[in-house]
């Protein structure tokens, strides 16, 4: 499942398109200003996609998206969203980093639409196939861990879960997000991903039991943490 934030002060429309696009396969985190939103993408897990509206309560969302384009978050695809009719704001937004544009009001059917396109594209553009973080190299066609040239003893569902912390380095997935990989549901989702997680660190570490590469966010999830040098 897909984790999207939108950054709205309309509660009213947040909530519906909450549950909404939750009903189909994209979970909605919301934040109704600014500030709120900032200290949602600070704080994670981490987010696939950010909806941001044009006009919010503290701060312009012209300014928003060109400070998040100048940080950690300058990757994050953005579907800027406004009630404006001028067509100099659009042209704007996009200019600033916004991946795409919607008008208010819109059907919530266009907008699910617009964010699978732009999952896919982002998707399409940047898959790479190799990760080398220092000694550790990830090969995703072989689902092969290789770690100071020894190749990791990592099944597939291991490897997947290394993937898709080391190709977000430094930000927080929780267990839901890596269990979403796995195709894992129940009460035991949260016990299986520490389980692979902790094969993961002996296989990968220099100590396992003080891990570096791959870090506890207590209460949220886990981190990779590049090497020093890399």
Same mark, same amino acid.
């Given at each position: 499942?897909?984790?999207?934030?939108?950054?709205?002060?309309?509660?009213?429309?947040?909530?519906?398109?909450?549950?909404?696009?939750?009903?189909?396969?994209?979970?909605?985190?919301?934040?109704?200003?600014?500030?709120?939103?900032?200290?949602?993408?600070?704080?994670?897990?981490?987010?696939?996609? &950010? *909806? !941001? %509206?044009?006009?919010?309560?503290? $701060?312009?969302?012209?300014?928003?998206?060109? /400070? =998040?384009? @100048?940080?950690?978050?300058?990757?994050?695809?953005?579907?800027?969203?406004?009630?404006?009719?001028?067509?100099?704001?659009?042209?704007?937004?996009?200019?600033?980093?916004?991946?795409?544009?919607?008008?208010?009001?819109?059907?919530?059917?266009?907008?699910?639409?617009?964010?699978?396109?732009?999952?896919?594209?982002?998707?399409?553009?940047?898959?790479?196939?190799?990760?080398?973080?220092?000694? &550790? *190299? !990830? %090969?995703?066609?072989?689902?092969? $861990?290789?770690?100071?040239?020894?190749?990791? /003893? =990592?099944? @597939?569902?291991?490897?997947?879960?290394?993937?898709?912390?080391?190709?977000?380095?430094?930000?927080?997935?929780?267990?839901?997000?890596?269990?979403?990989?796995?195709?894992?549901?129940?009460?035991?989702?949260?016990?299986?991903?520490?389980?692979?997680?902790?094969?993961?660190?002996?296989?990968?570490?220099?100590?396992?039991?003080?891990?570096?590469?791959?870090?506890?966010?207590?209460?949220?999830?886990?981190?990779?943490?590049?090497?020093?040098?890399?």
């Amino acid at each position: 499942m897909h984790r999207v934030l939108i950054i709205d002060d309309d509660q009213k429309l947040t909530a519906m398109l909450q549950t909404w696009l939750g009903s189909r396969g994209v979970r909605l985190d919301c934040a109704h200003s600014a500030a709120a939103g900032r200290a949602r993408l600070d704080r994670g897990p981490a987010v696939d996609l &950010l *909806v !941001l %509206d044009l006009m919010l309560p503290d $701060a312009d969302g012209l300014d928003l998206c060109r /400070a =998040l384009r @100048a940080g950690p978050t300058a990757g994050l695809p953005i579907l800027m969203l406004t009630a404006r009719g001028d067509p100099a704001d659009r042209v704007l937004g996009l200019e600033l980093g916004a991946d795409d544009y919607l008008s208010k009001p819109f059907d919530p059917r266009e907008l699910l639409a617009r964010i699978r396109a732009l999952l896919r594209r982002v998707a399409r553009t940047a898959r790479p196939e190799r990760i080398c973080h220092g000694p &550790l *190299v !990830l %090969d995703r066609d072989r689902l092969e $861990a290789t770690h100071n040239g020894v190749p990791a /003893a =990592l099944t @597939a569902h291991q490897f997947r879960l290394l993937w898709a912390l080391a190709s977000r380095p430094g930000r927080v997935l929780d267990r839901a997000q890596l269990g979403a990989l796995l195709g894992e549901r129940g009460d035991l989702l949260d016990r299986t991903i520490d389980v692979h997680i902790s094969r993961i660190r002996a296989a990968i570490e220099a100590d396992p039991r003080r891990p570096q590469l791959i870090r506890t966010v207590r209460g949220a999830g886990y981190l990779f943490s590049p090497p020093q040098d890399d």
